[in-house]
């Protein structure tokens, strides 16, 4: 199959069958990226992930967009974007066609919160696993409680600033040991 048609069914699939919006796709994205298709590695996913969170838009359609171009340039890029909303325009417009005859029926509602907590499932698991790769020692562990998790829980500044942070801060730990290091071997 050519690339670019591999690179539009791919991500028309992921759109299609991952619901929650883009936290719910990482699984799905970092499976069939990472471990089926080989695309990308482990360390580039979470680049895109980390990068796609930073600007506009929805997580996966920036993920899409990246991994599309690292593969086949702008037109793989411009084929995975519309791959992965396709299903959600075809999907919205199904549902937003017909739910307002069936919203009040209670086996509707309870459907959706069970989708709902199946979501939270997915983005608990997909969390844990980023987790795993990216707090790696203790330095990478007290960025992410200091810079993360209080910060973030106990403000109400943007997550933007967080990550702004994080990197900032990585960057100056990384210097600081780098540099000892080097005063040891001199």
């Not at 990068?51 to 506009?56: E, K, L, M, N």
């Not at 084929?79 to 029926?105: C, H, Q, Y």
Request: with cysteine.
């Amino acid at each position: 199959m050519p690339l670019l048609l591999d690179l539009f069914l791919t991500f028309f699939r992921i759109g299609a069958f991952t619901f929650g919006g883009g936290y719910a796709m990482l699984p799905m994205l970092q499976k069939e990226l990472v471990d089926k298709k080989g695309w990308v590695t482990e360390e580039e996913i979470l680049d895109y992930f980390a990068i796609g969170q930073c600007t506009p838009g929805v997580i996966a359609v920036n993920t899409a967009t990246f991994v599309g171009y690292k593969m086949k340039k702008a037109a793989g890029g411009i084929l995975a974007t519309l791959g992965v909303v396709a299903p959600s325009i075809i999907i919205i417009t199904i549902i937003a066609a017909v739910l307002s005859n069936f919203a009040d029926i209670p086996a509707v509602k309870n459907a959706f919160a069970g989708i709902r907590v199946a979501v939270c499932v997915l983005i608990i698991n997909s969390v844990v696993k980023l987790l795993k790769k990216s707090v790696v020692d203790k330095l990478t562990a007290a960025v992410f409680v200091v810079v993360a998790l209080c910060a973030i829980i106990f403000s109400k500044v943007s997550p933007v600033i967080f990550v702004v942070a994080a990197a900032l801060l990585g960057i100056i730990i990384k210097v600081l040991i780098h540099g000892r290091k080097e005063e040891v071997r001199k």
